[in-house]
């Protein structure tokens, strides 16, 4: 009897999962039939599955741990069998890739548990014979263990969990110990931070409040307003206890809307909003006042500013569909402050996009320079003479960065670079670029330009 599926291609029986390795699954195979990010997968996943605290935390190290070794992952498979692994059963891939995890990642797992767990999954999740080909799958690489843990061993990209070209892109930009470092950097699990929303509370005020409900937390080394949890119940529970106190934002994602410095009562633009962390902190800081004009090009987006802006209560923030690519003739000249926080490679937040090193490309890199310096060029036209420009990124490609920078100012004379305050050494410097493997926080760059008066 064929499985029945829905419009995406999955199995009817995966929309409830019944256990951590179900749940899992079904995350898995948003990831990679859909597209959608590790975290909405899993979320959603958890959220839908009611599932124990003890099952939650197992499908998270799951999902996580298969997604950011799919290489090593693919690898062994090849090995292991004679069909080519893009032409395998997308349920009997995810089903594999979960096995293998267990197999060679999580030591506390009996082999023979993640076999016959495996085995159980493409019974109920495929079609007849398939737990056979899963089950010699996997019994297969348990007796070539070693032999293949050697080779992953003696290989760094397959060590490391990155793919080949990034792996050596870094080793030329880094060297050996620092790429290395890096892609260790990238495979931890990534630390929940907030921001406080200083319109409804203090981080001192927040941190008590946390405290009193048996969280742990420490202040962020890089931001006033930023809280690094240490011990928490969960996002939903924070949510559902303290729903306009924070934010959910990285440390260094923090660090623009400190760096633009709006002023009560000003007129900014935030020229590529969503999901809106940077607007909401913009337009916390000018204490609810003034006009934060947010854009994006999708209209989905635009809604989601507009709720992240609602719970927080503020009301300073209007959203616009716009292209940042495409001149706006009423915009010129028209802000205090602008904000560029431009599409990018995304190379320095790895670490919290676990399937984004699989589905970027070496060739797909040189598209970016050229769409940030376009949003950079109509951005700055929208800036007041005297204003001022914040670029950011989270990449750490100089092209997207430095030199993007560069080639701005030199076609650009009315502007210049300004100095602004180390978020950490309080030192005047004119750009920061943040490395993990050296900073301990996402890769991230930013820079403050002024226009001439």
Known sequence: MPVRKDRHGMPDSLKRPVNGREAALQ??????????????????????????????????????????????LDFVLGRMTDRPVRKLEPV???????????IFYMDRIPDAAACNESVNLAKKFSHKGTDKFVNGVLRGTLRQKELLWEKIRNDMPLRVCHPRWLVERWRRQFGDEEANALCHWNNEPARLSLRVNSCMTTRDAFLQDLRETGCEAEVSLWCPDGIVMTKSPGLQMLLETFPHSFYVQDESS????????????ERVLDLCAAPGGKTTHIGALMENTGRVTACDIYPHKLKLIAENAARLKLENIKTELQDGCVFREEWEAAFDRVLVDAPCSGLGVLRRRAEARWTKTETGLRDFPALQQKILDNASRYVKPGGVLVYSTCTIEDRENRILIETFLQNHREWKQTGFAHPRTKKTVKELQLYPQRDGVDGFYLTVLQKDK
Request: with cysteine; charged share 15%; glycine share 8%.
């Open 27 to 72: 995350a898995l195979l948003q990831i990679w039939q859909e597209g959608a990010y590790t975290a909405i997968a899993l979320n959603r996943t958890l959220r839908r599955a009611g599932l124990e605290e003890l099952d939650r935390r197992f499908a998270t190290e799951l999902v996580n741990g298969a997604v950011k070794a799919k290489g090593t």
């Open 92 to 102: 009997i891939y995810c089903i594999l890739h979960l096995g293998l995890y267990q």
């Open 254 to 265: 923090m660090l623009p809307a400190m760096a633009l410095a709006p002023q009560p009562g």
